[in-house]
Every structure is written in C-alpha cells, then in structure tokens.
C-alpha cells in the first residue's frame, strides 16, 4: 500500500494509525520552505481544510505552513474529507504535503490537538488515543495567555440539518461541491490575467437570505451552549465562514476553512486574537503572476 492510498484509507476506515506516524518521516514532493523569521503565534486554529476534495486549497495552505508557527495547534474538524473518499478517491500529491507538514509540526515539539468534524468522524473512534505527537479529542477547553476559558470543538453538533437529517447534509453536499466545481474555473480564469484568488461560494453565501440567517443562528446558538458551559468563549468551524464578535457577553470565534475562505484563527502571546486571510497575506507579499504556483 502506498502513502497515497494508505492515507486516504485510513481517512476512510480508520487503517492503521501508524501509517501517518511513518509518512512523517519521509519527504514532501513540495520542498518545505524554511523561511527565516516565520511569523510566531501562541496558538493556531485551523478546520475544514476538506483533503481529499479538488475544492481544497492545499497549496495555499502549504505556503501558510510553511510561512507561521505556534506552541500549539488545533486542527478543529473536516481535516480530511471522508464523505467525498467513499466516493471517489482523490488525493493529489499536494494533499500528502499538507499531511507531512502537520506531522512535522508535532514531531518538532508543537502540541497539535485534533477534533474530528462531521466530515471525518471516523476519526471520532480513536479519541483519546495520541500518534505521532497528535492528540485526538472531542472538544478541548484552551486557556488564553490573559487568561481567557474558551471551549474548541467543530460544531456540527449544533447544526440541526446534520443532526436530524443527515441524508439532507449529503444532497447539501453534492450541491456545494458542484458550486466549487465553479469556483474553481473561475479561479482559473482569474489567474490568466494575474487576479488574486476569490471566492464565488463564499459571495453567494453572504448575498443569499437564508444563509445569512443560518449563520446568524448558529453564531448564537455555539455561544448559548458555550456559556452554559461557563466558559468566556468558543472557537468552532464547521460553516466555513471565519468570525469573531460577542455575543450577550461570550466570545463566539470561527476560524472559517480552506477551501472558500483559506483563513486562519490565530492567538498572540498575549492573549490577542486575529482571523488571518491568507489570500489576501499572499496577494500582499508576491506578485500576483505567483499565485498560479500555489494553484494545486
């Protein structure tokens, strides 16, 4: 079995958790860029990245790896997309260096903590269980360096739609991913006449009523339970749309996703938090006839 298809197995049946621990120690077909002065945070959030899946944007996230670095990382959800893996299996080349790079972080000493979404629950079996220096747990409580309780979990599980009728979340699915198909073209398009990346889905998504609607509703309804739980905060993903504001007196934190967004939720050392748009960090740092080397 090779890397390629060890991977996406595992992602699918929960094979051998080793051969992830084994893949780190390999080489990337993407040379790893050690960049001299990476920018440092405290802490890193990152979800709905969707490997396995052509709408991820592994090269994007290859260059934010490869550019960042923190103490700990939470890895919240839909890392690897196994809906999509049943399937189909897709897995490029770039995807197994998204892989080796988050590996590599937890074997050179950050904390990486994983809480599987909806999307790769099959990894929900082996919570509790640690490989290759990555903690696998349901949700987490994180502590803030001024001091802060925040509660980190996906959140689908408070998403009536996957919980009640999980046969509707799969046609919601296809449809998104036939939207994605688009967005890709577009995309593709753009980087002919040098245009930095943009998101058709995540437009639709904010000019569409109903969307707006069930955002607002589950921006409300994570909070409720996280201040029920008596903590100040919480950090999900799972709608893919990043966000911070306060809600009656709790902080609701999204770090949004990587494959219409490409953002990050990130902490400094002294407690701040920032939503990072790393397509807008890449449009600022390089010329814009780059971005077609990060298309993957």
């Known amino acids: 079995m090779n890397v390629v298809t060890s991977i996406a197995a595992t992602a699918i049946l929960g094979a051998s958790l080793g051969d992830f621990a084994d893949f780190a ?15 440092q945070f405290r802490t890193i959030w990152i979800s709905d990245v969707h490997l396995g899946t052509r709408g991820c944007n592994a090269g994007m996230l290859i260059d934010f790896l ?10 919240v959800g839909d890392i690897v997309d196994g809906w999509r893996l049943k399937k189909k299996l897709y897995w490029p080349v770039a995807h197994n ?4 790079r988050l590996l590599k972080r937890a074997r050179r000493g950050t904390r990486v903590v994983y809480i599987p979404g909806n999307h790769d629950e099959v990894f929900r079996q082996f919570t509790g269980l640690d490989f290759g220096g990555v903690e696998i747990v349901r949700q987490a409580i994180h502590e803030t360096a001024d001091g802060r ?4 979990l996906h959140g689908d599980e408070f998403d009536a739609i996957t919980l009640a009728h999980r046969w509707l979340a799969h046609v919601g699915d296809v449809a998104y991913h036939v939207l994605m198909a688009l967005n890709r073209g577009l995309n593709a398009w753009r980087r002919l006449f040098n245009m930095p990346y943009w998101s058709l889905s995540k437009h639709a998504k904010a000019k569409v009523k109903k969307s707006v609607e069930f955002i607002s509703n589950y921006e409300q309804v994570v909070a409720q339970a996280a ?6 905060g919480v950090v999900c993903g799972h709608i893919h749309t990043a966000e911070y504001r306060e809600i009656d007196g709790t902080a609701y ?10 953002t990050a939720l990130v902490e400094h050392f002294d407690g701040r938090m920032e939503i990072l748009h790393w397509a807008d960090e890449i449009a600022a740092r390089q010329p814009q006839a780059d971005l077609a080397l990060l298309a993957a």
């Open 149 to 152: 309780r925040l509660l980190v």
């Open 66 to 75: 490869d550019h960042v670095d923190s103490e700990t990382m939470y890895l």
């Open 227 to 232: 201040a029920h739980r008596g903590v100040d």
């Open 253 to 262: 934190y999204n770090d949004g996703d990587w494959v219409e967004g490409c």
């Open 97 to 100: 260096d998204v892989v080796w």
């Open 25 to 39: 120690q390999s080489a990337p077909a993407i040379p790893e860029r050690m960049i001299g002065g990476r920018r």
